[in-house]
């Protein structure tokens, strides 16, 4: 509990005050503000805590912004072992954590309550409201003060690596880069933290266990050079809109929303089933999560279990954004010219990004309705992830940190979101331990209006990352 009470007073102190400073600052992603380095903002929101971290009381910690042409930075933060082995050796040889987040953002989105918007902080008892502070801004402050605390109450760690990257919402497109130039830097952990996920419950720590995978893309159908009077053409030119409906049908049943390409589907583990069934079993109904649908709506399944499994291990299609379509108090009686939909599909953790995009475009690409033209521009996949087994001590740190903090051992869940940089690490380090775990929990509503940081939460969980470390060094030594 000294860990607890140290990390409260520490954060109300001193990152609460830079934390909202942060979120004042639009730095989105580059996919979402191609200017993003004429513009600046993404300059400022590093230097904010590139500085922030400077200044912190870690011994031996060196703090440096790696730069590469082109491309986001990334913060590189070293701190050396304490109370283990390893002076005199190389990196590669030496036991070593590997500690993650990003603070790129997501555009503001609509819907902020009155009084509220993504780029002004509001203070709303133990919740801070704005767009990244717990997606995921909260990272890089909840990783050096874990470490501050153990330096505080005289706890060992091992040596730690905190990378923080700058292109995470654009699918980090930019890491794999930085990691290969700073591999001899990093070494081989034995342990990665990651602190970009989610929490079913804000009263006890969630690990993650599996992500999903990610492609995208651009559809558009033309039928017309210019738009026509829809009364003289309606009945001869078909509608762009009704073929993008006939060419998703291809891909999903509308009815169901079941996926129709077995490439983009995999076996579900029997241990994933056995897991959401436990998940339901500990949170009853809302097992997947409670979100604000309108009066009268309900979910796609009336199974909790299917619920659990369908946003964390089965295939799912969002159209995210749309061209030629005018806001609706604009629309004249016009047979419009295209239709264009950017669409988003999550896919199963062990699915191949590559194999699911060439499905994709089979079906879209094959025979046009009516001879329409049909463009698809499919965006780089994204792997999704799913954790190794963990080990012994490992499972009893968890609980140990958890039961300390929250006062209830941890828990496991799947997550239906990606971290791109999951995947890779766990391709890179395969015999390494994962703990993937976040704050992002119900209501928080990362990428949408209204999201916020629960401090208490993010308190807690960086004083389970803090025993987390100290156990893994008392481990090895």
Not at 107 to 131: L, N, Q, T
Not at 420 to 449: K, R, W
Request: proline residues 8%; glycine residues 10%; contains cysteine.
């Amino acid at each position: 509990m000294a860990t607890s009470a140290f990390l409260r007073d520490v954060w109300a102190r001193d990152v609460v005050p830079t934390l909202t400073d942060f979120v004042r600052i639009p730095n989105k992603s580059p996919a979402f503000d191609p200017g993003w380095r004429e513009a600046g903002h993404m300059e400022r929101a590093v230097t904010l805590v590139e500085e922030w971290c400077l200044s912190r009381n870690v011994p031996g910690m060196t703090v440096e912004r790696h730069e590469l042409e082109g491309r986001t930075p990334v913060l590189l933060l070293e701190v050396p072992a304490t109370g283990v082995g390893g002076a005199g050796k190389s990196n590669s040889a030496v036991d070593t954590v590997l500690l993650y987040g990003h603070l790129d953002k997501q555009p503001e989105m609509a819907g902020w309550r009155d009084g509220m918007s993504a780029w002004e902080p509001v203070r709303e008892g133990d919740r801070i409201y704005g767009r990244g502070v717990a997606d995921d801004g909260y990272a890089a402050f909840s990783a050096v003060t874990a470490l501050e605390a153990l330096h505080e109450s005289g706890r060992p760690h091992a040596r730690c690596v905190i990378v923080i990257e700058a292109s995470e919402e654009s699918g980090s497109p930019d890491l794999p880069a930085h990691m290969e130039a700073l591999a001899q830097r990093i070494g081989s952990p034995s342990l990665v933290v990651g602190l970009d996920s989610g929490c079913a419950t804000y009263d006890r720590l969630w690990v993650t266990t599996s992500l999903r995978g990610l492609v995208g893309g651009y559809l558009r159908v033309d039928v017309l050079n210019e738009g026509v009077h829809s009364g003289a053409a309606g009945g001869i030119v078909p509608s762009s809109f009704r073929i993008v409906r006939r060419l998703l049908d291809r891909i999903e049943d509308a009815t169901t929303g079941e996926i129709l390409l077995p490439g983009l589907h995999a076996d579900i583990p029997d241990h994933v089933h056995a897991a959401a069934v436990a998940l339901v079993d500990e949170l009853g109904p809302d097992a997947a999560g409670h979100f604000p649908m309108v009066d009268g709506m309900r979910p796609m399944s009336a199974d909790p279990v299917e619920l659990v499994l369908a946003s964390t291990w089965r295939p799912q299609l969002a159209v995210i954004g749309a061209d030629g379509l005018p806001a609706a108090k604009d629309g004249g009686n016009v047979l419009r010219p295209f239709t264009a939909l950017s669409l988003s599909f999550r896919l199963p953790p062990t699915v191949d990004p590559a194999a699911a995009t060439a499905a994709i475009t089979e079906a879209l690409e094959g025979e046009a309705p009516y001879g329409a033209r049909v463009t698809w521009r499919a965006s780089e996949g994204a792997w999704g992830w799913a954790a190794p087994p963990t080990a012994p001590w490992l499972a009893a740190a968890l609980d140990e940190g958890s039961t300390a903090a929250f006062g209830k051992p941890a828990r496991y869940m799947g997550e239906g979101g990606t971290i791109p940089f999951m995947a890779m690490l766990g391709e890179q380090f395969p015999d390494a331990q994962f703990v993937i775990t976040g704050v992002l929990g119900p209501e928080s509503n990362a990428h949408g209006p209204n999201e916020f940081l629960d401090l208490p939460t993010a308190e807690r969980v960086t004083a389970c990352v803090a025993d987390v470390l100290a156990a893994h060094a008392e481990r090895a030594g």
